[in-house]
């Protein structure tokens, strides 16, 4: 068996200082591209072997050669050299190794320009189907915890302060359809990487007769790129994965600050699992929303690889720069912070226990039924800003007295609208609910409708 290349002599590592060989190496992340480097690696190969560019046997030998690398990354026997300076050398020296000279020919009419923009390509589609099953999965939590608790109400809010009663399932349909949102912006951004750009060559085209149409089927992209300059040098599908992570985790923020706050002694709306909470180091009576937290806290991890990818690549000139190796870090950490964020919510979420007695109490506190009553002078042929004004001048005086509204008489009610009759001091929580019956509203049976569209979406998808 020939005698594997020196590494010192490759192109890449040819008389660099040490400390610039360390400082340019990326073999301790972008490992993780294996997969993708050996599929686009094989395919290249079989598209050499079938334009004659490279004989069949030395197809079958690197196929043959890059499947064995494959299973030894996987089991974990991979020689990994530092001084190889990134996965695609590694593969390409270990090749070198196992099959001799013919090695050498699979670099013909690619360049790791165009090899690495195709890695990345692949990574970012996976990735995209990878968030949207997770997406998927916290959908189907908020539907879960929905069906556990039907007929639970708990106070709307609007500027943290109590507004309107709502059923607790039509307020996690308000996340089912953010989610849903998330999940189109990845199919998006999973078709906007859906390009091949293998053949576009270091930034000019190969001047080999590939069949760029037969390597694009081989790894499933959709269509090849247009431009080679464009091809290299594009990195927009990075940003658009981190733009759609950092929306989803924004919108996992909002629903981790909801945890925290229903589930703390001042709202009381939420019980949080012993196995999705932690105790404090000398308070034995504290169980802490941590994971909630957590995910709070890492939505900013996502917002700074996003900030990072758009500063690196604003002053780049045309074709590729080295600068473009800074892509992989970030949008590694945002892939496992979104995957592991959504994927954590959705198995807290069902575990979660809605106090519905308290929720009861605090949706009928603060005048909630206030609107109602407005709405029952307009029925009585009232203008609507002078019921508004009606009734928040009875709201006032009920308020200074330090009393509810069910507690004030129907002569109390006629100082402020002589149209006030009997049925407007019954005016109850459940009325206001089930008097929004419009689509998309809170009214029961609307609920009802919206979790079945919810559940068939879900199955669809």
Not at 97 to 103: D, Q, S
Not at 221 to 240: G, H, K, P, Q
Not at 406 to 433: G, H, M, N, Q
Request: proline share 5%.
């Amino acid at each position: 068996m020939p005698e594997a290349k020196n590494p010192a002599s490759s192109p890449t590592a040819k008389g660099l200082d040490p400390r610039a060989l360390q400082y340019s190496a990326s073999i301790g992340y972008d490992r993780r591209l294996y997969r993708h480097d050996i599929a686009a690696s094989i395919a290249h190969a079989r598209m050499l072997a079938k334009q004659g560019i490279v004989t069949v046997d030395d197809e079958e030998a690197i196929v043959r050669g890059l499947g064995e690398i494959r299973d030894e990354i996987e089991r974990g026997g991979f020689p990994y050299r530092d001084e190889l300076e990134d996965i695609h050398l590694n593969i390409e020296v270990r090749l070198r190794e196992k099959i001799g000279e013919a090695a050498g020919r699979l670099h013909t009419a690619r360049s790791r320009n165009d090899q690495i923009a195709t890695d990345m390509r692949l990574f970012v589609m996976e990735a995209c189907k990878d968030a949207m099953i997770a997406i998927r999965g916290l959908q189907g939590a908020c539907l879960a915890l929905a069906d556990a608790n039907p007929d639970a109400v708990i106070p709307g809010y609007t500027h943290l302060q109590r507004a309107q009663p709502i059923l607790f399932a039509h307020h996690l349909l308000a996340y089912f359809e953010m989610l849903d949102r998330d999940r189109l912006r990845f199919g998006n951004c999973r078709a906007g990487a859906d390009e091949l750009p293998l053949g576009s060559g270091a930034l000019a085209g190969v001047p080999y007769p590939i069949d760029r149409e037969f390597v694009a089927r081989e790894l499933g992209f959709s269509r090849i790129s247009r431009n080679s300059v464009d091809a290299v040098a594009d990195r927009d599908f990075v940003v658009d994965f981190h733009g759609a992570a950092a929306m989803t985790m924004m919108h996992l923020s909002r629903l981790a600050e909801e945890i925290i706050l229903w589930s703390s002694a001042e709202f009381g709306l939420l019980r949080l699992p012993e196995e999705f909470a932690t105790g404090s180091s000398i308070m034995p009576q504290k169980r802490n929303p941590d994971i909630a937290e957590l995910a709070r806290g890492r939505t900013g991890r996502v917002y700074g690889s996003l900030m990072a990818i758009l500063t690196t690549l604003k002053g780049l000139p045309l074709a590729y720069n080295r600068d473009l190796q800074e892509d992989k870090e970030p949008l590694f950490d945002t892939v496992d912070t979104l995957i592991r964020s959504l994927d954590i919510m959705a198995a807290m979420l069902p575990s979660l226990t809605v106090d519905t007695e308290r929720a009861a109490v605090a949706a009928a506190g603060s005048y909630a039924v206030a609107t109602d009553i407005a709405d029952y002078l307009v029925g009585k042929g009232i203008p609507f800003r002078d019921a508004h004004q009606a009734v928040a001048s009875l709201v006032d005086d009920a308020r200074s007295n330090g009393r509810r509204l069910d507690e004030l008489t129907l002569d109390e009610y006629r100082r402020y609208s002589p149209l006030f009759e009997e049925d407007a001091l019954s005016l109850s929580v459940r009325d206001s609910i089930a008097a929004r019956d419009v689509p998309g509203g809170t009214a029961p049976g609307r609920v009802a409708e919206a979790l079945r569209d919810a559940r068939a979406r879900l199955a669809e998808a």
